[in-house]
């Protein structure tokens, strides 16, 4: 621009500003102004005005297209203008926040002393707002951004904080010893700066002086940058979050923020709102931000008209609507977000005010709750749905796709470009991606539509585009190539399409799964509790191995092996790897994910070495292992022998070949479950770790090793396969001793404790120091026998924890097992009453005892009773015969008296004589004895 330009864009400026009335046309949420004196204006109006005056009465003047965001910005800075800013934040910050928090942020009082210490340094050096970014990444760090540089971040790592701080490069260079600093780098160009991270586990462990020159180095930055009349520091990057800005230049409390953050939001109530496919009427709610689509007649009384009609005199001011469209394949796309401003009972219409954030477009809710998407107003009620469609959370996090998407260049490839090599490729990717105003390599399930279509408008609509010229001078639109429909877009939609079949799998199975996760079957012995499981419960978490995808197939396979068969299987597919190539390789990393080792390198080494054949040279351990099978090269590769490994590992061949060409054997079934029965000697290094003897073969030396237990082993299986459900089965569940058994787990098995719930808690495991929880998708489903322990008498923690499930012995199912006279249901009965008048409930007696007999079958009957509910009612009534002889009946039990002949004394009164009750030796006729026993023939035998 020339300076006559400037000159008459600023005096139009300086017009529309002494005509803005800001109590009339001040637009709600607006964060960026222009001052001017007392008044301020968005620059978005300020433009906005000025343009159309230029436009239409200085028709001669050139017009600069500078609409939308930081180019206005910088086109007002240009003009001589101030930028001012609001601490606003969007709901889609705020909700980022309150999740980064929660999630990641576990020393709070670190996090407020970084806010804290933060305010005052902004304070201190009168710092614009405007100057400066503040941003969550996707590391993690939350950062303080001043010109192109991070200069002072907060993040957490095993456990402690660390605080990342610009300084000197000479104080670096002094300090770095001293202040141990675990991360450093440089910066290039002025100032001649480094930006350093310190690990804590207090805010008082920080040293004065660093505290108080990385001050000094960030009033050296901020003095470089603030009197820039370009704010491109400021570019509303995706990872900008104003929150921090709001919580930082306020001083605020975070956890009474994000407090009451969390009680306003669930306050609201959330509203999804239909246009009846009329895309001409919903440009018209979009630009004019009003909503009114019931277009039924006043007098309309139809069941569809009232139901409408009922919900819309529900919605509230405040209330947050989506306006929303609905079509095959159950496809949702949000075309608005926004807030009630007002409402009109008459007219039926809504006043919006629109919000920013990304819309939501992809499947739509479904299951019990999810609400009918074909109606004109839907209330959104479900905790998951809102965070989906209002908050852009679709359980999973942004992921960054680069480094996979050149993994897919080179497995699938078209043209061969850059002959294919990674480091060129993602050198380009770097320079494609700088192009765009979002970066086009952090995608999650929500936002890859808007991804591709971003490249489509900038690639390929607009030949003005910098990206467009760009690629038109390299090899006539390579980058374009790359980026474009038969590459970038079919990757995308290959990952993510099928993430979103998977994902409404899971969601499906989690509607429809209405099991308790943990649940106690209890009863009297033999009424079917472990019947129940393997008929009822077994084939619930049993599928064929056609349901799986090739990574659970290697799972399911690597889950069986040990360490030093996957390096072997590893190795044999690589034939002459490093060891960062086989640390790298597929089922080296599932094994890794399934054992939750964190010195996975360190085995890798371990095992190559001590099953090193005895004549390499190249290996100086002397302690080795049979079987020897590998050989180290001088130049640091790897190799196996073959022979050998068919004499100790034949498999490995069959189990590479069958990784390598996946197919899914249809017979083949795949348990997601465990079944184990408590008893006394089981604890909890069986159940969830513990330290356990090893004898390698061929070693005469016995070594220790932590070892992890059934539950734990099962838990990982789960984790890593989140789309499917699993389950421990416990028999017998109250003859351990549960408190031992579970140890800290009894807390982490609670179903909002689990992972990935609301109130997600994980313990670190004594033995091997690792963090570890429960997955939201094992079940955990025990049986227990009352005979043996009534359920009060079970651990008060445990009990809480767990719903009972009560199985008692049913009759009926015995009533057409018919002998002479009678039949099993009407026996059953009569004896299971009499025990719980003698006894109680708890000790009744099970049908199965009885399930598998015939009519007629007088020999097993008899076997029955003799060594299964005769030997059971003498443990219930500790040999009381006489209980026991009121319960069979003279059938069973037949009476003696006992006629004693006592010594004689003048002062001693001789006892009467004695009945006692005694089992019948021998019956002759079982038929009759049950008879005897129902009441219906009381001869004697």
């Given at each position: 621009m020339t300076q006559e330009e400037i000159k008459l864009w600023r005096d139009v400026m300086e017009r529309v500003i002494t005509e803005f009335n800001p109590d009339d046309e001040?637009?709600?949420?607006?964060?960026?102004?222009?001052?001017?004196?007392?008044?301020?204006?968005?620059?978005?109006?300020?433009?906005?005005?000025?343009?159309?005056?230029?436009?239409?009465?200085?028709?001669?003047?050139?017009?600069?297209?500078?609409?939308?965001?930081?180019?206005?910005?910088?086109?007002?800075?240009?003009?001589?203008?101030?930028?001012?800013?609001k601490l606003n934040y969007s709901v889609v910050e705020a909700n980022t926040f309150e999740h980064h928090y929660n999630k990641k942020v576990k020393n709070a009082r670190d996090f407020q002393n970084f806010i804290d210490f933060g305010f005052e340094m902004l304070q201190k050096l009168n710092i614009d707002m405007y100057k400066v970014r503040m941003a969550i990444d996707s590391g993690g760090d939350i950062s303080v951004i001043i010109g192109m540089r991070a200069a002072y971040t907060y993040n957490e790592k095993s456990g402690k904080s660390l605080i990342g701080f610009l300084v000197s490069k000479d104080f670096k260079e002094k300090n770095k010893t001293r202040l141990n600093f675990t991360s450093e780098y440089n910066y290039g160009g002025y100032p001649d700066q480094s930006f350093v991270k310190v690990?804590?586990?207090?805010?008082?462990?920080?040293?004065?002086?660093?505290?108080?020159?990385?001050?000094?180095?960030i009033k050296l930055q901020y003095d470089y940058i603030k009197d820039s009349k370009q704010t491109q520091w400021n570019v509303k990057a995706n990872t900008t979050n104003s929150v921090i800005k709001y919580l930082m230049f306020r001083n605020e409390n975070v956890e009474n923020w994000v407090t009451a953050l969390h009680e306003e939001k669930y306050d609201l109530r959330y509203w999804a709102l239909g246009f009846n496919s009329n895309y001409e009427r919903l440009d018209r709610f979009k630009n004019e931000n009003f909503w009114q689509a019931i277009d039924f007649d006043k007098n309309d009384t139809s069941p569809t008209a009232r139901t409408t009609r009922a919900k819309f005199v529900q919605i509230s001011k405040g209330d947050l609507v989506v306006i929303k469209g609905y079509g095959g394949s159950h496809d949702l796309i949000v075309h608005y977000l926004g807030k009630v401003n007002d409402i009109n009972l008459e007219d039926e219409t809504l006043m919006l005010e629109k919000l920013p954030g990304e819309l939501y477009r992809g499947k739509a809710p479904r299951g019990k709750g999810a609400g009918n998407w074909h109606d004109t107003i839907i209330e959104i009620t479900r905790k998951r749905d809102i965070e989906l469609l209002f908050y852009n959370k679709v359980g999973t996090e942004m992921e960054n796709v680069k480094d996979e998407f050149i993994k897919w260049l080179i497995d699938n490839p078209r043209s061969n470009y850059f002959n294919n090599d990674y480091d060129t490729l993602n050198k380009y990717l770097d320079t494609y991606n700088s192009y765009f105003d979002l970066d086009i390599f952090l995608c999650n399930q929500s936002n890859y539509m808007t991804v591709i279509g971003e490249i489509e408008k900038v690639a390929y609509l607009d030949s003005n585009s910098e990206f467009y010229k760009y690629s038109d001078r390299e090899s006539t639109h390579r980058p374009r190539a790359i980026l474009g429909k038969t590459n970038y877009y079919q990757f995308l939609k290959n990952k993510f399409q099928s993430d979103q079949v998977v994902i409404d799998k899971a969601a499906h199975a989690l509607n429809n799964n209405t099991m308790d996760l943990n649940k106690i079957l209890y009863g009297p012995p033999g009424t079917g509790k472990t019947y129940k499981l393997q008929r009822e419960y077994f084939d619930k978490f049993t599928k064929k191995e056609t349901s799986l995808n090739r990574s659970q197939f290697i799972e399911n396979i690597v889950s069986e092996l040990s360490w030093w068969q996957v390096v072997a299987i590893a190795v044999l597919d690589l034939k002459t790897p490093k060891v960062s190539e086989i640390y790298a390789h597929e089922i080296i990393q599932k094994k890794a994910q399934l054992s939750n080792s964190k010195t996975v390198r360190q085995t890798i080494w371990g095992q190559l070495q001590s099953h090193t054949v005895m004549e390499c040279e190249n290996v100086n351990v002397q302690r080795r292992m049979e079987p020897l099978l590998f050989y180290k090269r001088k130049n640091s590769t790897w190799t196996i022998n073959h022979e050998f490994l068919e004499e100790s590992f034949p498999e490995a061949f069959e189990i590479l070949t069958s990784t390598k060409n996946f197919r899914p054997n249809p017979d083949k079934l795949i348990r997601n479950y465990e079944f184990v029965t408590f008893h006394q000697s089981f604890g909890y290094e069986d159940f969830i770790e513990g330290i356990k003897p090893v004898m390698e073969e061929g070693s005469p030396e016995l070594t220790y090793e932590i070892q992890d237990g059934v539950f734990k082993k099962l838990c990982m299986r789960a984790q890593g396969d989140p789309d499917n459900q699993y389950a421990i089965f416990i028999d017998e569940i109250n003859r351990g001793n549960v408190s031992s058994i579970f140890g800290e787990l009894i807390t982490l098995v609670e179903n909002d404790k689990r992972i990935g719930e609301e109130n997600e808690m994980t313990a670190i495991l004594p033995y091997s120091k690792q963090s570890f929880g429960v997955p939201r998708n094992i079940h955990i489903i025990g049986t227990m026998n009352t005979a043996d322990r009534s359920v009060e008498a079970l651990d008060t923690a445990l009990r809480r924890r767990f719903v009972f499930e009560e199985i008692m012995p049913n009759p009926s199912l015995l009533n057409q097992i018919v002998f002479d006279g009678f039949n099993m249901e009407e026996v059953l009965r009569t004896i299971n009453e009499r025990i719980e008048v003698l006894l109680d409930r708890d000790h009744t007696i099970g049908h199965s005892y009885f399930i598998s007999l015939n009519s007629g079958d007088t020999i097993k009957l008899k076997s029955i009773f003799a060594n299964n509910i005769i030997p059971l009612l003498q443990e219930y009534f500790y040999h009381d015969y006489e209980k026991i002889a009121l319960i069979l009946g003279e059938g069973f039990v037949t009476p003696n008296k006992l006629k004693i002949n006592f010594a004689t004394f003048k002062e001693i009164d001789t006892p009467e004589s004695e009945t006692k009750y005694q089992l019948r030796t021998q019956i002759t006729d079982i038929e009759k004895a049950v008879r005897i026993l129902l009441n219906q023939d009381e001869q004697d035998q």
């Open positions: 001040y637009p709600k949420g607006t964060k960026y102004f222009v001052k001017v004196g007392e008044k301020e204006i968005p620059p978005k109006v300020l433009y906005g005005r000025t343009y159309r005056i230029i436009e239409k009465e200085y028709p001669s003047a050139t017009l600069y297209d500078r609409s939308g965001g930081v180019k206005t910005n910088q086109f007002i800075e240009t003009c001589g203008f101030q930028i001012g800013e690990e804590i586990t207090s805010w008082a462990d920080l040293d004065s002086d660093l505290l108080d020159h990385h001050i000094s180095q």
